[in-house]
């Protein structure tokens, strides 16, 4: 039972948070599928008091839980376990993170998502290369990157960090330190 209660909680820790439509909305316990009774039987005894966004929240998670294969779904335990391993502080801030995302528009989390899918798939050798340039980099000279990168399209932006992982150093890429045109975020 506490595998089924820390698998449903990693999906809900995972998941996003779907508005709550349509009748479904306020389904009493009783009304719920066998299936689904498995699945959510930590929440049982406080069901009824949780609110109808909340109750459905769990649905889409139990749903999605019953679709995962085995090795989905060890995945999802993994995940929960080094989710529960971060220190408070840390999951507050990736929380803070993804609101954040969830509030840009559309297109900007799509931007995004694209830039994060290419990064993820370079070969790890030129995700490190990145990763030490941008952690080398001071402060004034990641914003001016990020401002810089925010002005290309994302063909543009490809070819550029493309060009930056393979060994070229990003700050002869931006402007003298002072001169970026950024306001001191």
Do not use: C, Y
Not at 32 to 51: A, C, H, I, N, Y
Not at 144 to 171: C, Y
């Amino acid at each position: 039972m506490n595998r089924r209660l820390a698998a449903l909680s990693a999906i809900l820790v995972f998941s996003v948070a779907l508005p709550a439509f349509g009748e479904d909305s306020g389904i009493g316990w009783d009304q719920l599928g066998k299936d689904e009774q498995q699945v959510l039987t930590p929440f049982r005894e406080r069901w009824d008091s949780l609110p109808p966004e909340g109750r459905e929240r769990l649905r889409n998670g139990a749903d999605r839980w019953e679709r995962m294969t085995p090795e989905e779904r060890q995945q999802a335990r993994e995940r929960f376990k080094k989710w529960r391993e971060l220190p408070r502080e840390q999951r507050e801030a990736i929380r803070k993170r993804a609101d954040d995302f969830h509030r840009l528009p559309p297109e900007e989390q799509q931007r995004i998502r694209q830039r994060f899918k290419w990064f993820r798939e370079l070969p790890p050798d030129r995700r490190r290369a990145l990763r030490d340039k941008w952690r080398a980099m001071r402060p004034e000279e990641r914003r001016a990157l990020k401002d810089k990168l925010r002005t290309m399209s994302p063909d543009q932006q490809r070819r550029f960090l493309e060009h930056s992982a393979g060994g070229d150093n990003l700050k002869q890429h931006l402007p003298p330190p002072g001169n970026d045109g950024s306001d001191n975020r």
